[in-house]
């Protein structure tokens, strides 16, 4: 049973959930936060689906093993493609969330009838995305984008970069 002390852990390849983090503090204030970014093996939109898969078990594994963790956020597009079942199989009495594609959100708003998607090649291919396109996707035109350096460019702290 979890405390209400216990930590809202947030989990990525690399810094990019920390925009995810800074909305769950303004959101949740009174809560207790633990960021794992796991930079050493960033990015991993480039990574076979099985090794995402094995990098994301073992963070959770570690994050569970050694704090008391309440709820684990999934704040990696790729990683909740590859794992999130996984997790959620592996952790069937804890609270898992994961970051869904933004389909939903962007086709129920779009003014053009046209959304744009940038994100890793593993995330556009996996079974996440596949299924908030064709849940949302029939009303709207969707233009998919692999963000090839993107990510790299986020860990760096570059995305406003003229590159970029």
């Given at each position: 049973?979890?405390?209400?002390?216990?930590?809202?852990?947030?989990?990525?390849?690399?810094?990019?959930?920390i925009s995810v983090l800074r909305h769950l503090v303004k959101q949740m204030p009174g809560e207790r936060y633990l960021y794992f970014g796991d930079s050493a093996n960033a990015p991993y939109g480039s990574r076979?689906?099985?090794e995402v898969r094995d990098l994301t078990l073992a963070a959770a594994?570690?994050?569970y093993r050694e704090y008391p963790v309440k709820a684990l956020v999934v704040a990696c597009n790729t990683a909740t493609a590859a794992a999130i079942e996984d997790l959620r199989r592996a952790y069937p009495d804890r609270i898992i969330i994961g970051i869904e594609p933004a389909v939903k959100p962007a086709a129920l708003t779009t003014k053009s009838g046209v959304i744009g998607v940038l994100a890793t090649k593993r995330s556009l291919e996996g079974d996440h995305f596949r299924r908030a396109?064709?849940?949302?996707?029939a009303e709207v035109r969707i233009l998919k984008a692999v963000g090839e350096g993107f990510v790299e460019a986020v860990e760096n702290n570059e995305e406003q970069s003229p590159e970029t």
């Open positions: 049973m979890s405390d209400k002390h216990d930590y809202i852990a947030v989990f990525d390849s690399g810094v990019g959930g076979p689906t099985q594994e570690k994050l396109e064709e849940k949302y996707g």
